[in-house]
């Protein structure tokens, strides 16, 4: 079995706080054994219960996890130092079965190679935090063509070009202005048009803040 999973869940054995933490999902795991191990540890947080030898020693299933000996084992791995590279690690070893998994799809399925390559490229392009399966991910595939799309609701700014590069105001989003001294900036602000009103009359604390950087000190960006 990988070393890397025994390292990672003999850390969430020594350091309960790194479950909150990591971005690995029990499906991401390689070994089954380590699949349910890891799926008892957020039950048993979930339930509001440390996740120490003690408690696991008490899951019903204990047997077919290993048992006593094996979350022994597991806790003699433990290296909460190195957990942040254990993650990425497993990860990288996820991403991999994943990219073969898919190319197995590709083959029975007889994909056009341009989708092939754009699948492989989301699994690269994933971050951490992307927990989305083989599974999910093939579904949402099939099902988008009839799937209504959602339109994003915008405010104008009131300045078509300004629009076309920030969609205007989303809800949830913070926009900001910059440029250069003397740029326009303040113009842009004090001039009769829609964004103002919005400035002052839709977000009534919003505050326009005016910072000037010397030219001799704005070099280099």
Do not use: C
């Not at 869940?9 to 990591?22: I, N, R, V």
């Not at 979930?46 to 019903?60: D, M, V, Y």
């Not at 084992?73 to 070893?93: G, M, N, R, V, W």
């Amino acid at each position: 079995m990988s070393i890397a999973e025994k390292v990672f869940l003999g850390s969430l054995m020594k350091a309960e706080y790194l479950l909150k933490d990591t971005v690995v999902q029990p499906e991401q795991l390689e070994s089954t054994r380590h699949k349910e191990i890891m799926r008892s540890m957020v039950e048993l947080k979930r339930a509001g219960k440390h996740i120490e030898l003690l408690h696991l020693t008490t899951l019903p299933d204990l047997e077919s996890l290993g048992g006593m000996s094996y979350l022994s084992e597991l806790l003699s791995f433990a290296d909460p130092e190195k957990f942040d590279k254990t993650e990425k690690l497993i990860l990288d070893l996820w991403k991999e079965r994943e990219k073969r998994n898919i190319l197995t799809v590709a083959a029975m399925n007889d994909w056009e190679i341009a989708k092939v390559i754009a699948e492989l490229d989301k699994i690269n392009q994933m971050k951490m935090e992307d927990h989305t399966s083989l599974q999910q991910a093939l579904s949402n595939i099939y099902e988008a063509p009839w799937e209504d799309q959602l339109t994003l609701k915008s405010v104008t700014t009131g300045i078509k070009k300004l629009d076309e590069v920030t969609g205007g105001f989303q809800g949830g989003e913070v926009t900001i202005l910059a440029a250069r001294p003397s740029m326009g900036k303040t113009d842009v602000i004090l001039n009769p048009n829609p964004l103002r009103s919005i400035l002052r009359w839709e977000f009534p604390f919003t505050s326009n803040g005016n910072i000037e950087i010397p030219q001799n000190d704005g070099k280099g960006f």
